[in-house]
Nanobody, 124 residues
Framework: QVQLVESGGGLVQAGGSLRLSCAASGRTFSSYNTAWFRQAPGKEREFVAAISWAGGRIFYADSVKGRFTTSRDNAKNTVYLQMNNLKPEDTAVYYC?????????????????WGQGTQVTVSS
């Protein structure tokens, strides 16, 4: 069992930055591929970024490429999402998710665990 807890959300002006963290319980976190998703009011949950268990494969949604960076520190059981040059359309609840690496990468429909989410609000 893995529990994921996101933190670092908040209110920021357009052009600003935030760093989200996703802390995982359990000693086998390094066995999990992880990803970030977001959900804005009235919209479906969408993929933001993914990182494989050892950090060797990283993917981003086109909407965040060049602005967001995901990384992980397996020694700290933590995944990060650095968000720069934030835009009002980035406003959403951000979630992290994990999937046992033998099953493949995390997708919107394939994950083993979700966090509870953290709110990010970008004002114009």
């Amino acid at each position: 069992q893995v529990q994921l807890v996101e933190s670092g959300g908040g209110l920021v002006q357009a052009g600003g930055s935030l760093r989200l963290s996703c802390a995982a319980s359990g000693r086998t976190f390094s066995s999990y591929n992880t990803a970030w998703f977001r959900q804005a009011p009235g919209k479906e949950r969408e993929f933001v970024a993914a990182i494989s268990w050892a950090g060797g494969r990283i993917f981003y949604a086109d909407s965040v490429k060049g602005r967001f960076t995901t990384s992980r520190d397996n020694a700290k059981n933590t995944v990060y999402l650095q968000m720069n040059n934030l835009k009002p359309e980035d406003t959403a609840v951000y979630y992290c998710a994990a999937r046992q690496r033998t099953k493949g990468l995390v997708t919107t429909t394939d994950q083993d665990y979700w966090g509870q989410g953290t709110q990010v609000t970008v004002s114009s």
